[in-house]
């Protein structure tokens, strides 16, 4: 070894190199316990979400005027891989995604270029829009999440004690980076208009409304400069309770009334509600918390417990409070097991080095072992390195490798005692012969996960930490087998007596009988070996691929969807059928079901979609992991039996990038007719697979609407105009926003409404009674024809261009490259067939893991390269 004898040095300066020993295993020890610890590394989600709202919009207008504007720009964004948008009339959200490869650290300049390149365009965008608003923090991970139910309280009065938990949350634990309310319901106030009054009054539904926004209108009054003093001048006027509203003056033909003379005034939830909640069958409204970055899970977690428990001594009887979530249970479970695998690992390989090495050389290991682990934990913590499946899984790695090096200098040092050398001598013979190649070997090894530990790719960056902790292990073994091993040798080794015989052990005669037969029989040997590779070559052929295994936690993730159209109290009736189920099934613990919207990300390999009517998921916690795999199959059986009009889906969490779906087939093209047609071909295609479960849409199903024409010149001479017209009719049907009541932290919104016996329904909408002009009504159909259209009540569209996607579920016993390998020919040759201008592409968990494994393939390369050139610095011939 070229340099200064490392270990000569260590046993000439032994205080010292004792000394380095103790601080190291010390500082290592206390490294293990502050190190952070989470369930699975962290990475970067990178996308981010834009919304804009274009009320009244129509579906063509949305894409045309908002969607492809907006796509357009977006488009220019550093490190794009993809623009993905979900419209819908007069709203639109856009997913911008960037690269795998795309560096972590260069993803908020990216989202500020997305920032500033729509703030540039803003002034194009068609006047009425709304936004569009920005979310980057797509990726937060919601770790602990409480559910709040209450039996005699109002739902405004269970918000406000939710909130006081969340305040005090806020306010104690430093940990936290966000704190947000889950299924809570936003109250209206709702103004219902008699309409026969309204008519018989000759009053118009703009002015009413604008009578009442103008007086709850906030401007300044200004301010009075008097000498030394400025008065500030408040005019009164703005509503501090509904009842107000009633007392709003409103002309009508010159004589002023009260707006409580030809309206009623309620206050209430929104109705319908977007989205809701129910922990345990139970309506809730939930609490998710996410931590700051760089901050420990399980410190969190003893925080917010803390902070919590005072907060409920304040909390009245009947409101109770669930853990809906809870990660850093989770996390000491998981690091715990991995902990427990640890020590049998050590454990197996101290045994084996006693048996083979003896006691007292297998004493050496034994103690180099905690002292390079130590080592590694301390350097681990210094480089930010945490406590989680995939480090702990690269260090159960390297523990077989990391004794090696140690076992190879005591070996030394034992054949240099034998043949007389004295102690001192004995323990550096290692070094000067032998550090060299135990140090090739160790590069050659760390070499060997470059792949892993370089490829540019969201999977690569998942299982960075597998490289960096095989490498800082493997580093620092070598490092312990020169430096400090020989002073343990020094310590536990005794020279053999002069007259004291070496004697082969058990194992040794063993290996050496075995030895001399495969070179007496070296034709059989090579034979046998080479038909164990070829075997091995076959079987492996055979393997199932699968790139991340499912998660070993307790949770099942039901995603449940009704037909498109359906309302949210359709998906609400639905899921309480499901959670009467799971109540009477002995093997669910609890369960949390979010109606009307996906799961909060208490996972981070979690898949989010946007929020739909018609789209629930439910979070299944098992007792155990046996429970959770018979659950699986008898609940996906029992969604399949009793809902047959759904598209459901029974999984564990995925480990990973999100992928959701596990089969997917994304259709572009420009016409949506073409699309549809094809889109079932492809999906019979798919279904034809005995693997192939559930295939289904993302989107295919046309909508209803209906178109009202009206006769402009009959409108006119009636005094009715299409703005008007309007308001009227969004009055009798869901409500038309005026202005919004300030009640101490909340802004309730004020919305004029038929009343409930008034409000119009498809058969009553022709004899709807409009006031106009006069004191009188007139029938809408007097001067409206009605007409039935198909609409598409969404688009999805990639890159610009309306994308159809095919998705399935895979039935137990196959992965999604199996049925992917299966019917690719088959895809090929009906992507071949499309028109052109259209095309098929291969996504969810076949396409994640192709990019994941050409990102690691990639880097093979580079691989034998660091080898080849390792072996040839080491040999120095071929």
């Known amino acids: 070894m070229i340099g200064p004898n490392l270990s000569e040095w260590a046993v000439s300066s032994r205080a010292l190199t004792i000394y380095l020993m103790l601080v190291a295993m010390i500082a290592g020890g206390a490294a293990f316990y502050n190190l952070g610890r989470d369930e699975?590394?962290?990475?970067?989600?990178?996308?981010?979400?834009?919304?804009?709202?274009?009320?009244?919009?129509?579906?063509?207008?949305?894409?045309?005027?908002?969607?492809?504007?907006?796509?357009?720009?977006?488009?220019?964004?550093?490190?794009?891989?993809?623009?993905?948008?979900?419209?819908?009339?007069?709203?639109?959200?856009?997913?911008?995604?960037?690269?795998?490869?795309?560096?972590?650290?260069?993803?908020?300049?990216?989202?500020?270029?997305?920032?500033?390149?729509?703030?540039?365009?803003?002034?194009?965008?068609?006047?009425?829009?709304?936004?569009?608003?920005?979310?980057?923090?797509?990726?937060?991970?919601?770790?602990?999440?409480?559910?709040?139910?209450?039996?005699?309280?109002?739902?405004?009065?269970?918000?406000?004690?939710?909130?006081?938990?969340?305040t005090a949350l806020i306010r104690?634990?430093?940990?936290?980076?966000?704190?947000?309310?889950?299924?809570?319901?936003?109250?209206?106030?709702?103004?219902?208009?008699?309409?026969?009054?309204?008519?018989?009054?000759?009053?118009?539904?703009?002015a009413i409304f604008a009578a009442i926004a103008a007086q709850n209108n906030v401007r300044p009054s200004g301010t009075i400069n008097s000498g030394n003093e400025n008065l500030t001048l408040r005019v009164s006027g703005a509503f501090k309770h509904e009842t107000d509203i009633l007392e709003v003056p409103i002309n009508a033909g010159g004589q002023m009334i009260r707006l409580g003379d030809i309206a009623q005034v309620k206050r209430g939830l929104v109705d319908p509600p977007t989205?809701?909640?129910?922990?345990?069958?139970?309506?809730?409204?939930?609490?998710?918390?996410?931590?700051?970055?760089?901050?420990?899970?399980?410190?969190?977690?003893?925080?917010?417990?803390?902070?919590?428990?005072?907060?409920?001594?304040?909390?009245?009887?009947?409101?109770?409070?669930?853990?809906?979530?809870?990660?850093?249970?989770?996390?000491?479970?998981?690091?715990?097991?991995?902990?427990?695998?640890?020590?049998?690992?050590?454990?197996?390989?101290?045994?084996?080095?006693?048996?083979?090495?003896?006691?007292?050389?297998g004493s050496v290991v034994a103690v180099a072992i905690p002292v390079t682990l130590a080592t590694v934990f301390l350097?681990?913590?210094?480089?930010?390195?945490?406590?989680?499946?995939?480090?702990?899984?690269?260090?159960?790695?390297?523990?077989?490798?990391?004794?090696?090096?140690?076992?190879?200098?005591?070996?030394?040092?034992?054949?240099?005692?034998?043949?007389?050398?004295?102690?001192?001598?004995?323990?550096?013979?290692?070094?000067?012969?032998?550090?060299?190649?135990?140090?090739?070997?160790?590069?050659?090894?760390?070499?060997?996960?470059?792949?892993?530990?370089?490829?540019?790719?969201?999977?690569?960056?998942?299982?960075?930490?597998?490289?960096?902790?095989?490498?800082?292990?493997?580093?620092?073994?070598?490092?312990?087998?020169?430096?400090?091993?020989?002073?343990?040798?020094?310590?536990l080794l005794k020279p053999p007596k002069s007259n004291e015989e070496e004697k082969p052990g058990l194992v040794e005669r063993a290996y050496s009988r075995v030895l001399e037969l495969a070179l007496k029989l070296r034709w059989l040997t090579i034979a046998?070996?080479?038909?164990?590779?070829?075997?091995?070559?076959?079987?492996?052929?055979?393997?199932?691929?699968?790139?991340?295994?499912?998660?070993?936690?307790?949770e099942l993730i039901v995603d449940f969807q009704l037909p498109r159209s359906s309302s949210i109290f359709a998906s609400e009736s639905a899921v309480q059928k499901i959670e009467e189920w799971l109540a009477k099934n002995d093997e669910?613990?609890?369960?949390?079901?979010?109606?009307?919207?996906?799961?909060?990300?208490?996972?981070?390999?979690?898949?989010?979609?946007?929020?739909?009517?018609?789209?629930?998921?439910?979070?299944?916690?098992?007792?155990?992991?046996d429970a959770r795999l018979a659950l699986e199959e008898e609940l996906r059986d029992y969604l399949t039996e009793d809902f047959p009009e759904a598209i459901s889906r029974v999984s564990p969490l995925e480990m990973g990038p999100p992928i959701g779906w596990p089969l997917q087939w994304r259709l572009s093209g420009p016409d949506l007719q073409v699309l549809r047609s094809n889109a079932f071909k492809l999906a019979d295609i798919i279904a034809s697979h005995p693997g192939a479960d559930r295939v289904h849409f993302d989107w295919i199903e046309p909508a209803r609407q209906l178109r009202i024409a009206v006769d402009q010149n009959q409108a006119r001479r009636l005094g009715l105009t299409s703005q008007g017209l309007a308001a009227i009719l969004q009055t009798a049907v869901s409500g038309a926003p005026i202005t919004q009541l300030r009640d101490d932290i909340y802004l309730v919104n004020i919305v004029a409404r038929a009343d409930s016996r008034d409000r119009i329904s498809l058969d009553r909408l022709a004899t709807l009674q409009v006031p106009v002009p006069g004191g009188r009504t007139v029938a809408l159909s007097s001067f409206a024809n009605f007409h039935f259209e198909q609409e598409q009540p969404l688009v999805w569209r990639r890159d610009r261009a309306p994308t159809l996607t095919v998705l399935a579920d895979v039935r137990e016993g196959t992965t999604p490259e199996a049925v992917v390998a299966a019917i690719e020919k088959d895809i090929e040759t009906f992507g071949a067939g499309l028109p052109p201008g259209y095309a098929v592409e291969l996504g969810g968990t076949a396409e994640t893991s192709a990019e994941s494994q050409e990102a690691v393939f990639a880097m093979v390369p580079l691989m034998a390269f660091i080898m080849i050139t390792l072996l040839m610095l080491q040999l120095q011939s071929f």
Not at 607 to 620: M, T
């Open 275 to 361: 989205n809701l909640f129910h922990v345990n069958g139970k309506p809730a409204i939930g609490l998710g918390i996410s931590m700051r970055e760089g901050g420990d899970v399980l410190e969190l977690g003893k925080a917010v417990n803390a902070s919590v428990q005072r907060s409920l001594a304040d909390i009245p009887i009947g409101i109770d409070v669930t853990l809906v979530s809870n990660q850093p249970d989770v996390v000491t479970t998981a690091i715990g097991d991995f902990t427990t695998s640890l020590y049998q690992a050590v454990l197996i390989i101290l045994a084996v080095g006693f048996i083979t090495l003896g006691v007292r050389a």
């Open 379 to 491: 350097i681990m913590q210094v480089l930010g390195i945490d406590l989680h499946r995939v480090s702990l899984g690269a260090l159960i790695i390297s523990l077989a490798l990391l004794v090696d090096d140690a076992m190879t200098t005591v070996d030394a040092t034992l054949r240099r005692l034998a043949v007389g050398d004295p102690m001192e001598k004995a323990t550096t013979f290692a070094y000067s012969k032998l550090a060299a190649p135990m140090l090739t070997g160790t590069l050659i090894t760390i070499a060997g996960f470059v792949p892993i530990g370089f490829a540019e790719s969201q999977a690569g960056e998942y299982t960075i930490s597998l490289f960096q902790v095989v490498a800082i292990a493997l580093l620092t073994s070598w490092f312990v087998a020169v430096v400090f091993t020989p002073i343990i040798a020094s310590f």
């Open 588 to 625: 669910v613990a609890s369960w949390s079901s979010y109606i009307g919207r996906n799961v909060i990300r208490f996972y981070l390999p979690l898949a989010i979609l946007p929020p739909s009517n018609h789209h629930s998921q439910i979070v299944v916690m098992a007792k155990d992991l």
């Open 528 to 554: 046998v070996i080479a038909g164990l590779f070829v075997l091995s070559l076959l079987g492996f052929a055979q393997v199932n691929r699968q790139f991340f295994p499912p998660s070993d936690r307790n």
């Open 40 to 166: 699975d590394p962290s990475f970067t989600i990178k996308t981010m979400l834009v919304t804009a709202l274009w009320p009244g919009a129509t579906m063509d207008e949305t894409q045309s005027q908002l969607t492809d504007r907006l796509e357009r720009t977006l488009q220019e964004v550093p490190g794009l891989d993809s623009v993905r948008s979900i419209t819908r009339p007069g709203i639109v959200t856009i997913y911008v995604d960037l690269q795998g490869a795309y560096p972590p650290e260069l993803v908020p300049d990216s989202w500020y270029e997305v920032r500033k390149k729509i703030g540039d365009i803003r002034h194009t965008l068609p006047q009425g829009v709304v936004g569009p608003f920005f979310n980057d923090d797509f990726g937060d991970v919601f770790g602990i999440v409480y559910g709040f139910t209450a039996d005699g309280f109002t739902e405004r009065e269970l918000r406000d004690y939710v909130d006081q938990v969340r």
């Open 172 to 206: 104690d634990v430093d940990l936290i980076e966000k704190a947000e309310f889950i299924g809570a319901q936003d109250e209206e106030i709702v103004v219902e208009l008699l309409p026969e009054r309204v008519a018989a009054m000759g009053l118009d539904y703009g």
